[in-house]
């Protein structure tokens, strides 16, 4: 059973009919079931009453919700929009939202983070590479090219980690069962407790990697989680930016390493006192799985 997207999960896009929306979602419906791979609609202010990959368009969320029932919705309306997007989509109580855009103002996220305080939605993102689940279902911009069904659960911070990491575990013949990318922002959605939560409570996940990198504290939050309790799963932890120097961002907004706080070595050992084990290189990953 995949964590955040039902078996037969109704799929809605944000923003479908621009350039990157109409790319991204002709590849997703390719890859899932049946002749829409399990998305019913689109959503374009402005542009409703249309079809666009043959699926309906709608002006608002609300609008779509009432017609087609969407349990999921992915967005990928530019950054400017996109936190408005986000919370129609919680307005409208759709269960999981995964948002893939990136630059997302951070004042924005803070009123969206408020918004999701007691509501009915899971978000993923902004900023990241979507959902994946192998052979089955795909919310987002995540490859597919390595990716085989199994029972490795992945959250991630990195989408290009996430695919070096995918085809070292599949040549090794470790399939996955649901891949996450948390995203790269320093305010977001779910991070890696939440999705710890959900692989422990998945039976067809028997073990879980987290991709991780310096800054923010998404490895603490991590760590605080695995040593409230007997996790029962086996955890491996690669962690990147070991040598990135101080007080400078690396690549994602949220990688930045403040006088030592986020650093690698202290997410490092937090997660070993837990019982995680860390791998140095992406190649190691599968071999620590084998441990």
Not at 50 to 79: C, K, R
Not at 109 to 128: C, F, H, I, K, Q
Not at 159 to 175: C, I, K, M
Not at 215 to 224: I, R, S, T, Y
Request: charge should be negative.
């Amino acid at each position: 059973m995949p964590i955040l997207i039902a078996p037969d999960a109704r799929i809605l896009v944000q923003g479908m009919t621009g350039k990157a929306g109409s790319f991204y979602t002709r590849l997703a419906m390719e890859y899932g079931p049946g002749e829409t791979g399990g998305y019913v609609a689109g959503v374009t202010p402005g542009k409703g009453n249309t079809t666009h990959l043959g699926l309906p368009v709608f002006d608002t969320v609300a609008e779509a919700q009432t017609e087609t029932a969407p349990t999921a919705s992915i967005i990928m309306a530019p950054a400017p929009v996109a936190a408005a997007a986000m919370l129609e989509a919680i307005e409208a109580a759709i269960p999981t939202v995964v948002c893939v855009t990136e630059r997302v103002p951070v004042l924005d996220m803070v009123r969206v983070r408020d918004a999701l305080r007691g509501s009915e939605t899971a978000l993923v993102g902004p900023n990241s590479q979507g959902i994946l689940v192998p052979g089955a279902r795909k919310i987002g911009v995540m490859s597919t090219a390595d990716a085989s069904p199994g029972g490795i659960g992945i959250a991630a911070r990195s989408a290009s980690l996430t695919s070096e990491v995918v085809a070292q575990l599949s040549a090794a013949g470790l399939g996955q069962s649901t891949t996450v990318g948390i995203g790269g922002d320093p305010i977001h959605g779910i991070g890696f407790a939440e999705c710890l939560a959900f692989f422990r409570d998945d039976p067809d996940t028997q073990a879980v990697v987290l991709i991780g990198e310096l800054g923010g504290v998404q490895e603490e939050e991590a760590a605080d989680f695995l040593a409230a309790e007997t996790y029962g799963k086996p955890v491996i932890a690669l962690l990147v930016g070991r040598h990135a120097p101080e007080d400078r961002r690396m690549g994602h907004a949220g990688t930045v390493s403040v006088l030592g706080s986020g650093s690698i070595a202290q997410k490092t050992a937090l997660l070993e006192s837990t019982g995680v084990r860390i791998a140095a290189t992406p190649d190691d990953v599968a071999r620590a799985l084998g441990s």
